[in-house]
């Protein structure tokens, strides 16, 4: 069964630093990884995805993610972090047939200034 | 386009009562999911429609609650009676065979 695990409830980050929010998956056949980002009273927001192709995906607002098919990660990065940046990211992938997302538990990521 | 429309933002209620929530999905989208999110739980798929039939009801917690989709456009999910461990934040998201986009949700209080 394909599944998302996000290792980290919470992710502490200087403002300025770059940033990693860890993504590790468990899929059969080609992995579809979704990256959204929730803000506090706020529904769910699409970041980027990686469907094939470039394992370097870059997304909204500075983000990117890298795929590592030996490592089945998909980590979401930053090169500086923002205090805005602070929120709750999830990671996702799709179920085995159909449209369905599994999603990770979300890490929170908290930007001090 | 105004993306996924869920009214109302806001709803306090009394234990028992019924309550409606609302969802209008991106036009041209074919899939429609409820999810439920709260601070013990995180976030919960309910129910998913695609192109307006109910694909999997797996995660409706109870027979208390209830959807439907009447139409590519309109969908509701009803908890009747509500109860206060009902209280939460309820998403519907929209999609066309590829990333969902997520509406405002509605907070639902029950006392």
Known sequence: ?113 | DAGVIQSPRHEVTEMGQEVTLRCKPISGHNSLFWYRQTMMRGLELLIYFNNNVPIDDSGMPEDRFSAKMPNASFSTLKIQPSEPRDSAVYFCASSFEGEQYFGPGTRLTVT
């Open chain 1, 1 to 113: 069964a394909q599944s998302v695990a996000q290792p980290e409830d919470q992710v502490n980050v200087a403002e300025g630093n770059p940033l990693t929010v860890k993504c590790t998956y468990s899929v059969s056949g080609n992995p579809y990884l979704f990256w959204y980002v929730q803000y506090p009273n706020r529904g769910l927001q699409f970041l980027l995805k990686y469907i094939t192709g470039d394992n370097l995906v870059k997304g909204s607002y500075g983000f990117e993610a890298e795929f590592n098919k030996s490592q089945t990660s998909f980590h979401l990065k930053k090169p500086s972090a923002l205090v805005s940046d602070s929120a709750l990211y999830f990671c996702a992938t799709y179920m085995d047939s159909n449209y369905q997302l599994i999603w990770g538990a979300g890490t929170k990521l908290i930007i001090k200034p």
